[in-house]
């Protein structure tokens, strides 16, 4: 799978995704720090690629609709130190293997998954 990692993420979670055999791109490794929500969004799309971000805003599926976009994962966890969003993804990666994530929104807390296919 294609992924990008929003800038609020730690740069250790795209090295995750990518020793899991994803490719993976960091926001701030492109060099797109401070780009507007809808731009990530737009390469997201163009790109192919799945954003993985603790932006809770991009949950608001009546300004980011699933049905167009590559994918989201919008990780909802109360906290948001390196080594805790390192030990969610850790425990998620398992479950995209087989999962068809395009038109998808993941909500991903510390005790479960919520899923909104596009409508």
């Known amino acids: 799978m294609r992924f990008k990692l929003d800038e609020n993420l730690p740069v250790e979670a795209a090295d995750l995704l990518r020793r899991a055999g994803h490719d993976a791109l960091s926001v701030l490794n492109q060099s797109l720090g401070g780009e507007a929500d809808r731009r990530i969004v737009e390469l997201c799309r163009d790109e192919r690629r799945i954003l993985v971000t603790l932006d809770l805003d991009f949950g608001d599926v009546r300004n980011y609709p699933p049905g167009e976009s590559h994918g989201l994962i919008v990780l909802r966890t109360r906290q948001q130190d390196k080594a805790h969003i390192i030990e969610i993804l850790d425990r998620i990666i398992p479950l995209l293997e087989g999962e068809d994530l ?10 479960r998954i919520r ?5």
């Not at 395009?102 to 005790?111: G, I, N, P, Q, S």
């Not at 899923?115 to 409508?119: D, L, N, P, S």
């Open 102 to 111: 395009a038109r998808k929104l993941w909500v991903v807390d510390e005790k």
């Open 115 to 119: 899923v909104r296919g596009e409508k």
